[in-house]
């Protein structure tokens, strides 16, 4: 009991927090993209983080799609392997380098509010996303600081905001995605999951994201 207390305890402030995993549902503007039903289009994704670690992945359409980025917020370094039925390939970008696959979301205004909420657990504070002259629609973007990670959006579209997120939209390809946390976990996250995969190809920026829109378009 004195366990679960202090794991509570620190869900709720953030102190020492510095690992764990957080669920996300993913819905789509589209009802139809790529030539595929949204409804077949992958639904959840799932962040572990520990130490600065955060490993994003996204996998649909029984399991012939995975989508997996590693972040290494130390060195704003960033990695990118994805799997289509019997196809791997890997990016691994240089120290600093944006990471690949989603939408830079150029011209993005961040205008931030005093609106709060909670999500999973954590207090949560709101900005409003907007792109000027662009054609992309506003969205508002919900986000926490009480977890215990360095800059955790790096190099991202999202780098002015100073917490993690947990509510907002970005684009993978043509589709316009919406992620909402659904659920959190003071878990330990063992080291080995930041491991590269073995057997996959290595290729360029370029070629990942060619092949990920092509599945997308």
């Not at 983080?49 to 590693?70: A, E, P, S, Y």
């Not at 392997?81 to 196809?87: E, G």
């Not at 955790?152 to 589709?175: D, H, R, Y």
Request: proline share 5%; with cysteine; charged share 20%.
């Amino acid at each position: 009991m004195l366990v679960i207390l202090l794991v509570d305890c620190k869900r709720k402030t953030g102190t020492g927090l510095t690992e764990g995993r957080i669920d996300f549902k993913i819905t789509y503007e589209q009802q139809k993209i790529g030539g595929y039903s949204a409804s077949l289009l992958p639904g959840e994704m799932t962040m572990e983080f520990k130490d600065n670690m955060i490993k994003n992945t996204i996998q649909g359409g029984m399991g012939f799609f995975n989508l997996v980025n590693l972040s290494d917020l130390n060195n704003y370094q960033y990695i990118t392997y994805l799997k289509f039925i019997d196809k791997r390939y890997i990016f691994e970008g240089g120290k600093n380098e944006p990471p690949c696959c989603f939408s830079l979301l150029d011209g993005m205004n961040i205008k931030f509010t005093r609106q709060t909420k909670e999500i999973v657990g954590f207090n949560c504070k709101n900005a409003i996303a907007s792109f000027p002259g662009n054609g992309i629609d506003p969205f508002e973007i919900w986000y926490t600081e009480e977890l215990q990670l360095k800059k955790p959006n790096g190099k991202s579209p999202f780098q002015e905001i100073p917490g993690v997120l947990l509510e907002f939209n970005t684009i993978m390809g043509n589709a316009n995605m919406h992620m909402i946390a659904i659920n959190f976990e003071a878990a330990r996250i063992p080291p080995r999951i930041f491991d590269l995969p073995k057997n996959y190809r290595q290729v360029t920026k370029l070629e990942i994201e060619t092949i990920l829109n092509a599945l997308l378009d």
